[in-house]
């Protein structure tokens, strides 16, 4: 029996540029909340977190919002990049990890031991708990190409996104004074704040786009690195 090739599989032109589109709109959407958070962080805390729901901002937010808005607004906004990344991985597996290792390069470690092809139950586990622990862009995008069910990634990713938000919570509650105090600063110089986090925001984009580092960066080689020929 003669051995056979198995063609590259192919996938619809307009889907790579729909998931680039989607991040694309979120990562714009973190960079306002950036950008404005000074402005935002009393004055329209949920908003503020449905921009970006990083740690700082849950925990700045976490003294002026009702539980479940917080929780709500909060578990979505994180868990929203987390099907796209799974979706690159899982389409474009090999060249999916290849572009990763520029965009995300202090995860290169992990990135390798999936790309090696080899079955490893020790690396599936590792990324069952990473899923729970820090369901990140790029722990998603590894999930993905290492054939993990985007059921499975979404039950460990909405554990740990849930639990990711109580303790920001909580955090938060604890230092509420400590937080008060840090915001009546924030209000009372809120002007420059809000200059210098636009600025800051301006000049960090503006240098991944030049460089060509970090995810806006690699946005940018999304569909030349993974695009069908």
Not at 112 to 135: A, F, K, Y
Not at 142 to 154: D, E, K, P, S, W
């Amino acid at each position: 029996m003669t051995g056979t090739t198995t063609a590259r599989p192919t996938h619809p032109k307009w889907l790579l540029p729909l998931i680039g589109g989607l991040i694309v709109c979120l990562v714009i959407a973190s960079n306002t909340g950036n950008a404005v958070w000074a402005s935002w962080v009393e004055t329209n805390p949920l908003g503020l977190i449905a921009l970006n729901s990083s740690n700082k901002y849950l925990v700045a937010t976490s003294i002026n919002v009702a539980f479940w808005p917080f929780l709500l607004i909060g578990v979505v906004r994180l868990m929203l990049p987390d099907p796209l990344f799974w979706a690159i991985g899982h389409l474009y597996g090999p060249r999916a990890l290849h572009w990763a290792r520029d965009v995300f390069p202090g995860s290169r470690s992990l990135l390798d031991q999936v790309g090696s092809g080899e079955e490893n139950s020790t690396v599936t586990r590792t990324l069952h708990v990473l899923l729970v622990i820090m369901p990140n862009n790029v722990v998603c995008l590894v999930a993905g190409a290492a054939r993990i069910t985007l059921r499975r990634l979404l039950l460990l990713s909405f554990v740990g996104t849930v639990g990711r938000v109580l303790l920001m919570r909580w955090i938060g509650l604890l230092f509420e004074d400590q937080i008060e105090d840090v915001l009546d600063v924030v209000s009372r110089y809120q002007r420059w704040f809000l200059l210098g986090s636009v600025a800051l925001v301006v000049g960090y984009v503006t240098w991944q786009a030049v460089s060509r580092r970090g995810l806006v960066g690699g946005l940018e080689e999304l569909e030349e690195e993974l695009g069908d020929e």
